[in-house]
């Protein structure tokens, strides 16, 4: 039983007052390069005070999951903003050519990251079926056209992962359960990105109706599904045993859409309601989703009542 | 034939208005804090200006401040509380949920908004929306559906009694959900709609996101002056529809309000021949098939831009 995190954690202050200054243009790249070196070694250092297994850099140079890399993918155009909810908005790709591989897309990163610290790492990054489905299509005639060139370039990217030593990657898939009826489509995409990809893959999924997308999910080649349960009062727990489930589990178990810091003793409630579904060493402990909406100094506490709460479980067992 | 361009509904936010929309509201759920008038008055002229400067005649207000597209209506009668967020329709985009604690009843002015877009400019729609708005919400209040309509309608009633005291013109119903309705709905329809659509107005109803075959023959008896539909998503059957029950006032959405992808001026042409090829038509209003705040600012300019270029083509 390990803890881990999904991905993203709050940017310092200090780096987003950078970040502004660097687009206004009174910053030079080397310096802003600097910031975020910086701003990941704080964040790797809250993540290890907070005793957490398998981190990430909390996602600092990413502004969003979707634009982040289809900048850095061809084929990809952005024309501007377009609202989620409220008053959220993203910026929106299109897709205006045909996909292909450009730029490595989270290897400096990684690297970066493994000289910083001995923990184990996870690399999240956005799947194939979620890039395409957050963005306009004008190039290819239909979406699983899209999903499976975009999953050819990913896969590229995971076969340099590993060969730059990552053992743990991460498919952030939030769009698969938002349209079930697509599930084929994203079940083969997932194929095309793993092929030949020798390393332990997870995949991410929060919104949508999870009970939609089983028994299928069950089938897709991956060795961790990792869900969020705290925002749902865990009631969705009863689906994966509703279904035998036999993948190792991702069980999201703290809230990040509340600033309420969870107590050990519910947190350890959920994992022991976990360990009913799977056993230990197929469980890993970590956040519904990424905290980097959430203010920083409540993030690490989370964290760290999270890390405590699997502890104490851990040594009950 | 008589050709007119026109708009759906919304429109994307100028930047600057977004950003001040974030910073009085947050990005949170609680949204819905009273905008400064002079500062809605500016971004509503905007949006007017820029549809008028690329060629579209009837115009809209954009729904600038409809933070949860047609579920927004809703927020501003009583008896709906808004809860979480709901995927709505087939878009990557959400809506708080609104929920029927209470009987639904007139709060005040619903499109007080719309009436700052009017006092700017008189040639504009109001656009409303009657079973879309139900199905959007969650019932935890009403026994029948039936009655919840027929309270929703008392509350659009004396809505759309004020807008034509203004003098407003023209009345839209944007119906997604009605495509989706049953039969039993329809038959109950019938005579909900008839109340909305007995006015000294021209009312719109306007059907989107998929064919409109499935209302057929029984919205021939709501009362609309103009029926829209949605050449983009549901050419095929909405031909059909034109043939088999020959309209002639018709709103053809035919320009894709939710992909950044031009369509040629060859390809629209072609297809506005198979419609003008279908039925008689009188009255035709084109437009893109949907609201246009799916695209970012500079293709939804660009698209009525295109949208006004095909009319020249076609007449």
């Not at chain 1, 910083?116 to 996870?122: G, P």
């Not at chain 1, 949508?208 to 897709?220: A, C, Q, T, V, W």
């Not at chain 2, 049953?182 to 109803?205: G, H, P, Q, R, W």
């Not at chain 2, 499935?214 to 539909?229: A, R, W």
């Amino acid at each position: 039983m390990k803890t881990t995190v999904v991905g993203s954690y709050p940017k310092p202050k200090w780096l987003l007052r950078i970040i502004k200054m660097y687009k206004e243009g009174k910053i030079d790249e080397k310096t802003m390069d600097e910031a975020y070196k910086d701003a990941v070694r704080a964040v790797v250092k809250d993540h290890e005070i907070a005793g957490v297994d398998i981190i990430w850099d909390g996602e600092m140079r990413r502004e969003e999951m979707t634009s982040y890399f289809a900048e850095r993918i061809n084929g990809f155009v952005i024309y501007g903003e377009v609202r989620v909810w409220g008053n959220n908005y993203y910026p929106k790709p299109a897709i205006v050519d045909e996909l292909r591989y450009r730029d490595e897309l989270a290897i400096n990163d990684f690297k970066f990251l493994r000289e910083i610290t001995d923990r184990e790492i996870k690399v999240p990054i956005t799947g194939a079926y979620t890039i395409v489905d957050w963005s306009f299509n004008e190039y290819y005639s239909t979406k699983e056209e899209a999903v499976y060139a975009l999953a050819e370039v990913l896969n590229r990217e995971f076969r340099e992962l590993v060969k730059a030593g990552a053992k743990y990657i991460q498919l952030d898939e939030p769009a698969i359960p938002t349209h079930p009826d697509e599930i084929e489509i994203a079940k083969n995409a997932v194929e095309i990105m793993v092929k030949g990809v020798r390393a332990y893959i997870g995949m991410h999924m929060c919104y949508g109706n999870y009970r939609s997308i089983f028994p299928e999910i069950l089938d897709f080649k991956v060795d961790q599904l990792d869900f969020e349960f705290a925002n749902r009062n865990f009631e969705d727990l009863k689906i994966l045993k509703e279904y035998d489930f036999d993948k190792d589990l991702g069980f999201g178990c703290i809230d990040v859409h509340t600033r309420r810091i969870e107590t050990v003793e519910e947190v350890k409630n959920a994992i022991r309601m976990a360990l009913d579904v799977v056993e230990p060493k197929r469980l890993y402990v970590d956040p519904d989703c990424g905290l980097k909406l959430l203010p920083r100094d409540i993030a690490f506490e989370k964290l760290k009542v999270m890390v405590r709460a699997a502890r104490e479980v851990k040594d009950e067992l | 034939m008589h050709i007119i361009t026109t708009t759906v509904g919304s429109y994307p936010r100028p930047e600057w208005f977004r950003e001040y929309l974030k910073r009085m509201e947050g990005l949170q759920k609680e949204l819905d804090v009273e905008v400064d008038r002079d500062v809605l008055r500016k971004a509503v002229r905007e949006v007017i200006d820029r549809q008028k400067k690329a060629g579209i005649e009837l115009v809209t207000d954009g729904q600038l401040i409809w933070h949860d597209f047609l579920a927004t209506i809703a927020s501003r009668i009583d008896g709906f509380y808004v809860d979480g967020l709901v995927r709505y329709f087939d878009n990557n985009l959400y809506y708080r949920i609104p929920v029927i604690k209470e009987r639904i009843r007139r709060r005040g002015q619903i499109l007080y908004d719309f009436k700052i877009a009017y006092e700017i400019e008189s040639n504009i729609k109001a656009v409303l929306s009657l079973f879309t708005v139900l199905k959007l919400s969650r019932n935890i209040y009403y026994k029948s559906f039936e009655d919840s309509l027929w309270d929703l309608c008392d509350v659009l009633k004396s809505e759309i009694a004020e807008l034509i005291d203004l003098g407003v013109k023209y009345i839209q119903f944007d119906e997604p959900s009605l495509l989706y309705a049953d039969e039993k709905e329809l038959k109950i329809l019938e005579d909900v709609y008839k109340e909305l659509t007995n006015f000294e107005a021209e009312t719109i109803l306007m059907t989107y996101f998929r064919s409109a075959k499935s209302i057929f023959p029984y919205v021939l008896d709501f009362g609309f002056d103009v029926i829209g539909l949605d050449f983009v998503e549901g050419f095929d059957e909405n031909l059909d529809v034109l043939r088999e029950y020959g309209l002639e006032n018709v709103n053809v959405g035919i320009v894709d309000g939710r992909n950044t992808k031009m369509e040629g001026i060859d390809e629209l042409k072609m297809r506005f021949e198979k419609i003008a090829d279908a039925t008689e038509l009188k009255k035709v209003y084109i437009s893109p098939n949907t609201g246009l705040e799916f695209l970012p600012d500079v293709k939804a300019y660009e698209k009525m831009k295109l949208v006004s270029r095909f009319k020249k083509v076609i007449t």
